[in-house]
């Protein structure tokens, strides 16, 4: 391993060679890559989830990922669909409500 590598695991303040004029500072392990492979396996787990469901609604979707051991707050799901919708991913329609409400947003697979 590299010095700075072995400094930073140790949670070190580590100053990093300038790339393109900038100074680099890394302080401690970045969480960063965790978090994109947490999002990643997240939007995997979602299209598993509708390509063996089908359509469901977000609430829905909340509570399959709370049975499968996910705590993921309803808002936080909608903002990952949403993105996957922006990406051509999923499709989305809005549903009327039984009760005269807002209506809810069912989600599927793009085709």
Do not use: C, F
């Amino acid at each position: 391993m590299t010095d700075w590598l072995l400094r930073q695991l140790m949670g070190e303040k580590v100053l990093l060679p300038a790339a393109e004029g900038r100074r680099i500072v890394r302080m401690g392990v970045s969480t960063y890559k965790d978090d994109r492979t947490k999002g990643y396996l997240l939007r995997i787990e979602i299209m598993e989830t509708l390509l063996e469901r089908g359509q469901m609604t977000t609430a829905e979707l909340v509570d399959e990922l709370h049975a499968g051991g996910r705590e993921l707050g309803y808002d936080s799901v909608y903002s990952v669909l949403k993105k996957m919708a922006r990406k051509g991913q999923l499709q989305h329609h809005n549903e009327a409500s039984a009760h005269g409400g807002k209506g809810v947003s069912v989600w599927q697979v793009a085709e």
